[in-house]
T-cell receptor, first 111, second 112 residues
Framework: DAKTTQPNSMESNEEEPVHLPCNHSTISGTDYIHWYRQLPSQGPEYVIH???SNVNNRMASLAIAEDRKSSTLILHRATLRDAAVYYCIRMNNNAGNMLTFGGGTRLMVKP | DGGITQSPKYLFRKEGQNVTLSCEQNLNHDAMYWYRQDPGQGLRLIYYSQIVNDFQKGDIAEGYSVSREKKESFPLTVTSAQKNPTAFYLC???????????FGQGTRLTVV
């Protein structure tokens, strides 16, 4: 039970912003939201994580809804190298939850 | 360079043979994990270890075994009891369970 819901696939044009949604309606107060991405035949790569506030780093931004039941990973300008499967994961540091990967969203970027 | 290394990248074995996959990290991480990925699917947790000389079963531990004798190393043995061993195997490590994980490049095991 991955406890998050993501669309199976999304398409974007190169150099346009991409918003990848994730629903986590049963999230508890201490669960962090983590995002990883996986390129073909490679191990997943950490992207970003957050708890309540929106977060930014060099790779992406994470917007978390006020009720924390959903979040959106934002790639500000998609490149062809961003084509990957993006996984949204709930993680409770206090309970020592493992990374539990669901099916993720396959992002396709068109030139 | 710090990182996590899996070897070999590709591995072929005959059915009925045990095979051991290597995972080494020099990140000084306490926690290490093994995942299995089948084509078009997400990752499933096989085993994890929070500290040296300790490990726990994940969701699909049957047919697999691990050891954690050193902090840097967490080898996975795929035994003949694993009914469908052909898959992509990924090792990861993190400072502690629940924090940002770093993954190796994976080992693709094919059993014929």
């Amino acid at each position: 039970d991955a406890k998050t819901t993501q669309p199976n696939s999304m398409e974007s044009n190169e150099e346009e912003p991409v918003h990848l949604p994730c629903n986590h309606s049963t999230i508890s107060g201490t669960d962090y939201i983590h995002w990883y991405r996986q390129l073909p035949s490679q191990g997943p790569e950490y992207v970003i994580h957050g708890l309540t506030s929106n977060v930014n780093n060099r790779m992406a931004s994470l917007a978390i809804a006020e009720d924390r039941k959903s979040s959106t990973l934002i790639l500000h300008r998609a490149t062809l190298r961003d084509a990957a499967v993006y996984y949204c994961i709930r993680m409770n540091n206090n309970a020592g939850n493992m990374l539990t990967f669901g099916g993720g969203t396959r992002l396709m970027v068109k030139p | 360079d710090g990182g996590i290394t899996q070897s070999p990248k590709y591995l072929f074995r005959k059915e009925g043979q045990n095979v051991t996959l290597s995972c080494e990290q020099n990140l000084n991480h306490d926690a290490m994990y093994w995942y299995r990925q089948d084509p078009g699917q997400g990752l499933r947790l096989i085993y994890y270890s929070q500290i040296v000389n300790d490990f726990q079963k994940g969701d699909i531990a049957e047919g697999y075994s691990v050891s954690r004798e050193k902090k840097e190393s967490f080898p996975l043995t795929v035994t003949s009891a694993q009914k469908n061993p052909t898959a992509f195997y990924l090792c990861a490590s993190s400072i502690k369970v629940g924090t940002e994980a770093f993954f190796g490049q994976g080992t693709r095991l094919t059993v014929v």
